[in-house]
DNA sequence: GCTCTGACGATTT
DNA sequence: GAAATCGCCAGAG
């Protein structure tokens, strides 16, 4: 299985209402510091539906990127329940 | 098979 | 404390 195989798999099995940084995925996916290239991944496959890649946020509580835009992954991690404050999550 | 790219991360200024 | 810099990795051209 390929790196972005298991990239794929860790982001399915997050819950809903729940983020994950994307140093964690990758550091599930075999490489703690592939973050960078999680992203990557993420991106050029831009699965949007068969992955729920919005619940995907950056270590420093920024959300981060979204193949469909910045915008809705905010409104989609919203609608999940989560707390955003000027494009930062709040963790409660 | 080499080079560029990019939804990141930690440090330094 | 915010902004800029360097370093990191895996994919795609």
């Not at 983020?19 to 999680?38: D, F, H, L, P, Q």
């Amino acid at each position: 299985m390929g790196f972005k195989e298991k990239v794929f798999s860790a982001v399915k099995m997050i819950p809903k209402g729940e983020t994950m940084t994307y140093g964690k995925v990758a550091e599930i996916a075999g490489n703690s510091m592939a973050a960078r290239a999680v992203g990557n991944i993420l991106n050029k496959n831009k699965n949007l539906i068969i992955v729920p890649c919005h619940r995907v946020v950056r270590s420093d509580g920024r959300v981060g990127g979204y193949a469909g835009g910045t915008k809705k992954k905010i409104k989609l991690l919203k609608s999940e329940g989560l707390e955003i404050k000027s494009g930062k999550i709040i963790l409660t």
